[in-house]
């Protein structure tokens, strides 16, 4: 099977990258399933019912998330009613919503043809500290390949250290572990001993004359100065970034990563 992963969504521009370009990655890549980090897509910071149906609506499967998953209250209400949308694993218990879940593959040809694990986990480097984030998944690891053979991580985290340490602790248990969160997509895509592909960061989906999706001046301003700035989304030289995987669906050991950067040129 061969699945895309979208690099955190940012605002409009972000989800209309996604909606313009989607359809067209499905056709060449002959996708079966796509997840894409959703934590900037409203606004540029978190993410509400309205925009997760916007990237749900535009062919994602299921929508993972990071630090920013707070930001907008109406959150709240996806987590209680969407299995489709994750939020980081190591939250505390009793946090609501799920890190994890299960959920079936169609092919147009074959209808049901298998199911994937997807994880959601952050790192705790240059990040607020949540639980610990490497046995917590692997305990999630354990549970999940009980149901299936195909499983993929989104691990929210900055430093590359961590993330790549995490990856190879988890080589030869999932499928895939992408990294998100430094919006900045890094050319180490690469197939662990194991069977495990790895992408340090997947990059971000959005305006990239920019900041990290937001606008140049008053990120500059910001760190001249030291005084918070209102940080609007960005317009111009819009990209949808990602990674495309595929997977031995008999063993859910990934046969070839690739990465994606698309140019929105409407
Ligand atoms: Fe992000
Ligand atoms: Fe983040």
Known sequence: MKLLFIGDIVGRPGRHAVKELLPKLREQHALDFVIANGENSAGGSGITPETAGEIFSAGVDVITSGDHVWDQKEVMELLASDKRFLRPLNYPPGTPGQGSGVFEVRSSEFGVRSSIGVLNVQ??????????????????VRRLRERSKIIFVDFHAEATSEKIAFARFLDGQVSAVVGTHTHVQTADEQIFPGGTAYLSDAGFTGPHESVLGREIEPVIRRFLTGMPQRFEVAKGRVLLHGVVIEIND?????????????ALTA
Do not use: D, N, S
Request: zero cysteines; glycine letters at 6%; aromatic letters at 10%.
């Open 250 to 262: 008999a063993t859910g050991a990934a046969l070839k990563i690739q990465r994606v950067a698309e």
């Open 123 to 140: 790192g705790r480097t240059f990040l607020p500290p949540l639980e610990y984030p490497f046995l917590l998944a692997a305990e999630a």
